[in-house]
């Protein structure tokens, strides 16, 4: 099992960037795909972006792309995402997550504490 934790959470202005960071234990990280999921107040969690364990593909959520980029280095551990051009819509707790098998969204079964992002208007 991977121990997962979040940071780089905050508040920021609508327009505004935040990258966010997910550091993971364990010797095995480059054998996960790795996931970024995001819940807002009131709603289910939906899946945002998901990296392969190589870093060789990803894909996102319509609602992200072309704004967000899922990035990964395998040396230290860390999955990133750099959320550029937010939106107050963007303002949700993010997890990171891990997938031992399959990346699609149902396969992430390890998760992060979550980070706050706030985007206001």
């Known amino acids: 099992q991977v121990q997962l934790v979040e940071s780089g959470g905050g508040l920021v202005q609508a327009g505004g960037s935040l990258r966010l960071s997910c550091a993971a234990s364990?010797?095995?990280?480059?054998?996960?795909?790795m996931g970024w999921f995001r819940q807002a107040p009131g709603k289910e969690r939906e899946f945002v972006a998901a990296?392969?364990?190589?870093?060789?593909?990803?894909y996102y959520a319509d609602s992200v792309k072309g704004r967000f980029t899922i990035s990964r280095d395998n040396a230290k551990n860390t999955v990133y995402l750099q959320m550029n051009s937010l939106k107050p819509e963007d303002t949700a707790v993010y997890y990171c997550?891990?997938?031992?098998?399959?990346?699609?969204?149902?396969?992430?079964?390890?998760w992060g504490q979550g980070t706050q992002v706030t985007v206001s208007s």
């Open positions: 364990g010797r095995t990280f480059s054998s996960y795909a």
């Open positions: 990296i392969s364990w190589s870093g060789g593909s990803t």
């Open positions: 997550a891990a997938a031992s098998t399959g990346w699609g969204p149902a396969d992430f079964g390890s």
